[in-house]
């Protein structure tokens, strides 16, 4: 299962511009959490934002989160190539003990 | 922090035979893990939920018998593809629900299954 729509689906930016990445999910959330993968590798966890936050940041990235749009977006600023991989966002519900559903993803592309 | 160790990283098996991938939480005990699958160029996708001493919760449209999970001990999950077929081949993760002050999901890195 998966919660819904990331978009865009790919973002193509040169080094030193921002990206903003933005995530729609459609249940009720403890929290909403936002993963790095760089091609073929693991998870990288970025950032948790709870429900009752709308705001956060961390280091070059900023998070939002509306939850009565029960969207998300994610900006990463001042962009480098190492930024380059597919970001996740990914819901977790209000029920303990349940899994994480991801966002289908965007692929992310920073040119030097 | 929580650490969950997968092995292996990368297998490759031959059309009928079973591979046993496995999930283990190094420092903490994880009573409840998940097993995803992710498909080239896609996202993460919910496979079943493991429950240490009970049967694995499957996701609709994943074959329980094709994908044994396994939870005997409360720091080790193993799924096994039986009979597998290259349309299995795709990158399996696990993640375990840690507790204590470490709440959270903590991800394994993968397995990278390819079957020819």
């Known amino acids: 299962s998966q919660q819904g729509e990331e978009d865009p689906q790919a973002l193509s930016i040169q080094e030193g511009e921002n990206a903003t990445m933005n995530c729609s999910y459609k249940t009720s959330i403890n929290n909403l959490q936002w993963y790095r993968q760089n091609s073929g590798r693991g998870l990288v966890h970025l950032i948790l934002i709870r429900s009752n936050e709308r705001e956060k940041h961390s280091g070059r990235l900023r998070v939002t989160l509306d939850t009565s749009k029960k969207s998300s977006s994610l900006l990463i600023t001042a962009s480098r190539a190492a930024d380059t991989a597919s970001y996740f966002c990914?819901?977790?519900?209000?029920?303990?003990?349940?899994?994480?559903?991801f966002g289908k993803g965007t692929t992310l592309s920073v040119s030097s | 922090g929580a650490v969950v160790s997968q092995h292996p990283s990368r297998v490759i098996c031959k059309s009928g035979t079973s591979v046993k991938i496995e999930c283990r939480s190094l420092?903490?005990?994880?009573?409840?893990m998940f097993w995803y699958r992710q498909f080239p160029k896609q996202s993460l996708m919910l496979m079943a939920t493991s429950n240490e001493g009970s049967k694995a919760t499957y996701e609709q449209g994943v074959e329980k018998d094709k994908f044994l999970i396994n939870h005997a001990s409360l720091t080790l999950s193993t799924l096994t593809v039986t009979s597998a077929h290259p349309e299995d081949s795709s990158f399996y993760i696990c993640?375990?629900?840690?507790?204590?002050?470490?709440?959270?999901?903590?991800f394994g890195s993968g397995t990278r299954l390819t079957v020819v």
């Open positions: 990914a819901t977790a519900s209000n029920q303990a003990g349940t899994a994480l559903i």
């Open positions: 420092d903490f005990q994880a009573t409840t």
């Open positions: 993640s375990a629900l840690t507790g204590g002050e470490f709440y959270g999901y903590t």
